[in-house]
């Protein structure tokens, strides 16, 4: 794999990671992951059953861990606190799993991250031996900072959770992504293919969604999509668009040895 995604130390062959909320059931949540041809997949440890309750059907049973990597992470934190006891937890229900998403939310509206919080509990798990991959604003300050604290990736938003509205700020995750010498990757607010594609043509490692499959119409359909487009945005930047040139007509054809 000449292109891998890198997060700690593990490639990866594709560069979009998929949740799993928000679908009517496991089987469609298995269909829509085959369609988008992740690897990695989010569990809200905190909504979903991967065998806290050992009565009810297990993700674990529809998406088992020998075919996926895990992504638990901490959806519905509103402290750091919360969040590191979350991804214990994970850890213990996964047999000593270390590769997490640690986001804490600054409130249930917006579910804008709260950086502060998400600042202490990612030293906690840091130190603690996880691979902590986090959510976390547009801010390149604050990106910066979680890379030094030792995060493996950090993943700015590129609008509100579930908002859909795509891309809102790309010179944000530009400056982001030229500072980082981790991977850095769109987390939130992807809402079509032409957005992720978007992501991809910025320079984003990678891209990670939710609520843009599930949520959609025929989400195996757009699972497929968003698939092409991360592959499709990729290939454009690293084949490095023409430059952009305002009044300045270009012939696309040969000038020389024209007729007559």
């Known amino acids: ?19 799993t909320g928000k679908y009517k059931d496991f089987a469609e949540t ?7 041809g992740t690897e990695i997949v989010t569990v809200a440890i905190r ?7 050992a009565n009810e059907p297990s993700l674990l049973d529809y998406l088992p861990l020998t075919e996926f990597t895990y992504l638990p992470n901490t959806a519905g934190c509103y402290s750091a606190d919360d969040a590191v006891r979350t991804l214990r937890l994970a850890r213990e229900l996964l047999d000593d799993h270390r590769l997490v998403k640690l986001e804490v939310l600054g409130d249930p509206n ?3 991250p709260n950086v502060t919080e998400t600042i202490a509990a990612a030293k906690v798990l840091v130190k603690e031996g996880f691979e902590v991959m ?3 604003s547009d801010d390149p300050i604050i990106a910066k900072q979680l890379e030094d604290i030792g995060c493996v990736a950090v993943m700015p938003l590129a609008s509100l959770i579930g908002s859909g509205m795509g891309i809102l700020n790309p ?6 992504i030229e500072n980082a010498k981790i991977p850095v990757l769109v987390d939130a607010g992807v809402g079509c293919a032409s957005d992720a594609a978007i992501a991809m043509e910025l320079g984003c490692a990678g891209v990670l969604m939710n609520t843009a499959i599930a949520a959609a119409r025929d989400p195996v359909l757009m699972a497929g999509a968003m698939k092409k487009a991360v592959e499709a945005g990729r290939e454009s930047f ?13 012939p696309s054809s040969p000038t020389t040895g024209m007729i007559g």
């Not at 794999?1 to 949740?19: F, H, N, P, T």
């Not at 690293?238 to 270009?250: I, Q, T």
Request: no cysteine.
């Open 134 to 136: 986090v959510y976390t």
């Open 110 to 112: 917006t579910l804008y």
């Open 1 to 19: 794999m000449s292109d891998a995604l890198v997060i700690a130390g593990k490639s990866y062959e594709s560069r979009l990671l998929v949740g």
């Open 238 to 250: 690293l084949a490095g668009r023409m430059a952009k040139k305002l009044y300045s007509a270009s």
């Open 171 to 176: 010179w944000n995750l530009q400056i982001i």
């Open 30 to 36: 298995r269909a829509a992951i085959d369609a988008s």
């Open 47 to 53: 909504r979903t059953n991967i065998g806290q309750n």
